[in-house]
């Protein structure tokens, strides 16, 4: 069965602190591919990033970086000098090569305090 | 950039009304998909169309729900008879593959009294 767990429900930052994501999936597929999703308060959804499950290399987009580590099946998002733009609820994701539906974890609100 | 559109952005209804969602993929995406978002909790998957054809669907997804793809450009969900626990933000997606990044639409925000 697949399951994506996003243990952190609520955090609450400063405004330019630095903070992590946890996400820690379980799957029995040798192929995946993990995503992450923003969703401000306006309620859309908004991709972030794609992982195919063979790609462990960490990636780094501005101030968003993203640590996949295959051996603790853990795909962990951090921002870097928060900003109160960045409040919203983050999504991590899966997806499996036989299926195409993503299994979502619930969630974790970040609020950036200014 | 293209994006997913949805109408209506809300929606009230009685229950035990059928009510239709619309979504206007993006226009080369050949996978449509339907989510649902009850009001604090996570995002949960519905079902997935491809070639005009349910290629998977969920638990959720039942005998009360239908999707369609009328013409070239629009997909709909149908609910038939509304429950109060259909109460949900429904979002659409559409992706150029299979497994490929799902980009979704804003949601249509279903409220049944």
């Known amino acids: 069965a697949q399951k994506v767990t996003q243990a952190q429900t609520e955090i609450s930052v400063v405004e330019k602190e630095d903070v992590t994501l946890d996400c820690v999936y379980e799957?029995?597929?040798?192929?995946?591919?993990l995503f992450w999703y923003k969703q401000p308060p306006s309620g859309e959804l908004v991709f972030l990033i794609r992982?195919?499950?063979?790609?462990?290399q960490n990636e780094i987009s501005g101030r968003y970086s993203w640590n996949f580590q295959k051996s603790t099946s853990s795909f962990n998002f951090t921002i870097t000098a928060s900003q109160v733009v960045d409040s919203a609820v983050y999504f991590c994701a899966l997806t499996r090569p036989a299926g195409n539906q993503f299994y979502f974890g619930t969630g974790t609100s970040l609020t950036v305090i200014p | 950039e293209p994006e997913v559109t949805q109408t209506p952005s809300h929606q009230v209804t009685q229950m035990g009304q059928e009510v239709i969602l619309r979504c206007v993929p993006i226009s080369n995406h050949l996978y449509f998909y339907w989510y649902r978002q009850i009001l604090g909790q996570k995002v949960e998957f519905l079902v997935s169309f491809y070639n005009n054809e349910i290629s998977e669907k969920s638990e959720i997804f039942d005998d009360q729900f239908s999707v369609e793809r009328p013409d070239g450009s629009n997909f709909t969900l149908k609910i038939r008879s509304t429950k109060l626990e259909d109460s949900a933000m429904y979002f659409c997606?559409?992706?150029?593959?299979?497994?490929?990044?799902?980009?979704f639409g804003p949601g249509t925000r279903l409220l049944v009294l």
């Open positions: 992982r195919n499950s063979f790609d462990e």
């Open positions: 997606a559409s992706s150029e593959g299979r497994q490929e990044t799902q980009y």
């Open positions: 799957t029995r597929d040798t192929t995946y591919y």
